[in-house]
């Protein structure tokens, strides 16, 4: 499969747990995001990574979240002390270079805090 | 930061008639405008893109058009069909320097 996959599709957890979410890229694509998106919304931009370097997290949602790309292919995802209000799909997307621009999607985690 | 609106957040049509969605930015930096299609339950996808060096767009039965003057740009699709129901985002960013930015959705329903 050559597209952005990512693991795994549905999490369901209670509220208080630790979740981590995977994210593989286009094998030949520099950089990988994050992207959050509720019901009946855009995707909201999360955090972003060129190589292993990440460039943007000031947009994460809170301390609870962290990402990693430490080798610069796939990259995690982390929510700790998870809330109700977390409930949300956790889309990955990646591009080639930057000056092409266009992300490509993967099929996201939907994750749902009880 | 970049702002990006979204019109309608739901548009009708009838099978052949054209669907128009628009939307504007706050960057004027912002140079790249993608248009995402997104079906229920399946990611967003690419459908097609506009830079700021050009004014229009066409992909068959897309286009796209961008007044940077005004920081709005538009999606236009011809001809609808049942299979062009979905969720459209627009989206705007400084290509290679900033993250795009998404608008909330328009949902299109083509009436057969």
């Known amino acids: 499969d050559t597209g952005v996959s990512q693991d795994p599709r549905h999490k369901i957890t209670k509220r208080g747990q630790n979740v981590t979410f995977r994210c593989d890229p286009i094998s030949e694509h520099n950089r990988l995001y994050w992207y959050r998106q509720t019901l009946g919304q855009g995707p909201e931009f999360l955090t972003y990574?060129?190589?292993?370097?990440?460039?943007?997290k000031s947009r994460l949602l809170s301390d609870r979240f962290s990402a990693e790309r430490p080798k610069g292919s796939f990259s995690t995802l982390e929510i700790q002390r998870t809330e109700q209000g977390d409930s949300a799909m956790y889309l990955c997307?990646?591009?080639?270079?930057?000056?092409?621009?266009?992300?490509?999607f993967g099929s996201g985690t939907q994750l749902s805090v009880l | 930061g970049e702002n990006v609106e979204q019109h309608p957040s739901t548009l009708s049509v009838q099978e052949g008639d054209s669907a128009v969605i628009k939307c504007t930015y706050s960057d004027s930096a912002s140079n790249y405008f993608p248009w995402y299609k997104q079906e229920l339950g399946k990611r967003p996808q690419l459908i097609i893109d506009i830079r700021s060096n050009v004014g229009e767009k066409k992909d068959q039965r897309i286009a796209v058009t961008l007044n940077k003057t005004a920081k709005h740009f538009s999606l236009h699709i011809t001809e609808t069909q049942p299979e062009d129901s979905a969720v459209y985002f627009c989206a705007a960013s400084i290509a290679g320097n900033t993250p795009l930015v998404f608008g909330k959705g328009t949902r299109l329903s083509v009436i057969a």
């Open positions: 997307a990646s591009s080639q270079s930057p000056e092409t621009g266009g992300l490509f």
């Open positions: 990574f060129q190589n292993e370097a990440q460039l943007e």
